[in-house]
T-cell receptor, first 112, second 112 residues
Framework: DTAVSQTPKYLVTQMGNDKSIKCEQN?????MYWYKQDSKKFLKIMFS???????INETVPNRFSPKSPDKAHLNLHINSLELGDSAVYFC???????????FGQGTRLTVV | GENVEQHPSTLSVQEGDSAVIKCTYS??????FPWYKQELGKGPQLIID?????GEKKDQRIAVTLNKTAKHFSLHITETQPEDSAVYFC???????????FGKGTKLSVIP
């Protein structure tokens, strides 16, 4: 039973399109995150929600919009996709602060 | 904000030898220091963590040391095996913070 699951695993799309990535966790955690991993493997936090409230909102283009319908789900919508958005996006969850983060398997986004 | 430096970026060792990865952090208020292992095509997975009230922690072949005064922490892997080959990330989190700042990763290759 997958703890943190993301869909889709691969996403290839054209510049200018709008796409969404979905994430679900079945661990009962109260905090969820989106990270971006670039081609050099650098992991950078983008957003975090705690109990459906946005608590981390890093400097990312406002074309990126997270949405948390409930504690178990965190989605990422991206408008007007650009070539530079190509990366692997990871969803993660934790129970509170300073605890183990469980990561999904990642979504490899390729913008052509 | 927190800044985490990680060295080396790549590390090759012979099977059976030890591997050491070092990280420094900038925020003296940071108190949680996890290490993650990322295998190809997968999300990062926690392998060991340490909190600021502890100087050293060991789990079988893996150990982590923390020097709060110098603001650095290290991962030690003994008796390396080919399955230890992966990218390893250190991270740091400030007191009461949900934000985990990652180092840039170390690609470890264990040569049989």
């Amino acid at each position: 039973d997958t703890a943190v699951s993301q869909t889709p695993k691969y996403l290839v799309t054209q510049m200018g399109n709008d796409k969404s990535i979905k994430c679900e966790q079945n661990l009962g955690h109260d905090t969820m995150y989106w990270y971006k991993q670039d081609s050099k493997k650098f992991l950078k936090i983008m957003f975090s929600y705690n109990n459906k409230e946005l608590i981390i909102n890093e400097t990312v283009p406002n074309r990126f919009s997270p949405k948390s319908p409930d504690k178990a789900h965190l989605n990422l919508h991206i408008n007007s996709l650009e070539l530079g958005d190509s990366a692997v996006y990871f969803c993660a969850s934790t129970r509170g602060r300073d605890t183990e983060a469980f990561f999904g398997q990642g979504t490899r986004l390729t913008v052509v | 904000g927190e800044n985490v430096e990680q060295h080396p970026s790549t590390l090759s060792v012979q099977e059976g030898d030890s591997a050491v990865i070092k990280c420094t952090y900038s925020d003296s208020a940071s108190n949680y220091f996890p290490w993650y292992k990322q295998e190809l095509g997968k999300g990062p997975q926690l392998i060991i963590d340490i909190r600021s009230n502890v100087g050293e922690k060991k789990d079988q072949r893996i150990a982590v040391t923390l020097n709060k005064t110098a603001k650095h922490f290290s991962l030690h892997i003994t008796e390396t095996q080919p399955e230890d080959s992966a990218v390893y990330f250190c991270a740091a989190s400030g007191a009461g913070s949900y934000q985990l700042t990652f180092g840039k990763g170390t690609k470890l290759s264990v040569i049989p």
